[in-house]
């Protein structure tokens, strides 16, 4: 390892206290699988030739999580890696000798995954390393959906709306944007299927593609009701847990209703991985036009998620 210049020296102050960035970078250092992910990168990533060498595959994909885990767009980031030396530290930069990689250095990385598909491969090689580290996936899977919004503004360059978003009714509400479907295990709330879709696309269609084929339960709101022969297609056998309806125009069906709450017991699991990828992560809101680059996005930060959501289990069995 290289001596350290003066501007990446620390300990000097009298004063300090470990942030809870500063953790949160700690435990995601010792959890992330950085040989697996940087070798499933690699045979994609440019090689050393004439001209200026590239930056090292490492210290990009450490760049391109903090990208997802603190919401930053490519100036965004370049800007966050000169503010915080915590940041640098994670990524192993030395301002004494080098500049943080730039917003099109940045950018061009993160084109690179998009255009060979690598986000889903990321999510793929994460949860093989958990299974590995004995977070296995069982045979009880919830599936849902969440609305990402977009920009539904026409003042842009095109003057026109993305054409790959659409809008939605929720409730009373309308809607536009994306929509993440996902299938979750109902004991670990590991994310094991993900589809992206334009928000008008209905919940139950997409419902085979979020089963792995062993479940034998499966939990939904009711948005997945009457699905019992697509689910079983896929899954043999598979008991349908999905809700019910229970409210109807001249009554409510207090047996039903009582069922549903029961469910929900373990439905609502699903929502710690949204909470986790909305209001930890900050992915409310797409950042890119074009349905692909967004689902990149989606697929890399439910690989982030599934860590985040083990990382005290993975610790605790390090240590």
């Known amino acids: 390892m290289k001596q350290q210049t003066l501007a990446m020296a620390n300990g000097f102050e009298q004063y300090a206290k470990k942030t809870r960035r500063a953790v949160f970078l700690e435990e995601m250092e010792q959890v992330v ?32 999580f903090l990208q997802q885990w603190f919401n930053l767009s490519d100036p965004g980031l370049e800007e966050a890696l000169y503010d915080s030396a915590v940041m640098r530290g994670f990524v192993g930069i030395d301002l004494g000798r080098e500049p943080v990689p730039d917003e099109t250095t940045v950018c061009k990385f993160r084109h690179l995954l998009e255009e060979h598909g690598l986000g889903g491969e990321i999510l793929q090689t994460v949860n093989l390393f958990l299974q590995s580290r004995g977070v296995r996936i069982t045979t009880g899977t919830i599936v849902d959906a969440t609305i990402i919004h977009a920009p539904s503004s026409t003042k842009n360059r095109e003057q026109k709306r993305d054409p790959a978003m659409h809008q939605t009714r929720k409730g009373k509400q309308w809607y536009f944007g994306m929509k993440a479907h996902v299938g979750v295990d109902s004991k670990t709330k590991m994310i094991h299927s993900v589809v992206a879709t334009a928000a008008n696309v209905a919940d139950s269609t997409v419902l085979p593609e979020l089963l792995h084929g062993e479940e034998t339960k499966v939990w939904g709101d009711q ?23 229970y409210r109807f125009k001249d009554r409510v069906d207090e047996i039903q209703r009582a069922k549903n709450r029961t469910k929900s017991r373990v439905r609502s699991k699903v929502e710690h991985v ?5 209001l930890k992560f900050g992915f409310v809101k797409v950042r890119y036009r074009v349905l692909k680059k967004n689902a990149n996005r989606l697929f890399a930060t439910c690989a982030l998620v599934n860590l985040f959501l083990v990382r005290k289990k993975l610790l605790y069995s390090a240590a």
């Open 33 to 64: 699988p950085w040989a697996e992910l940087c070798r499933l990168i690699a045979p994609h990533y440019p090689r050393p030739g004439n001209g200026r060498p590239p930056v090292g595959l490492e210290r990009m994909l450490r760049a391109y």
């Open 223 to 245: 948005a997945y009701r009457g699905q019992t022969e697509a689910m079983q297609e896929v899954a043999p056998g598979a008991q349908d847990l999905t809700h019910k309806q």
């Open 274 to 278: 949204f909470g986790v990828m909305k």
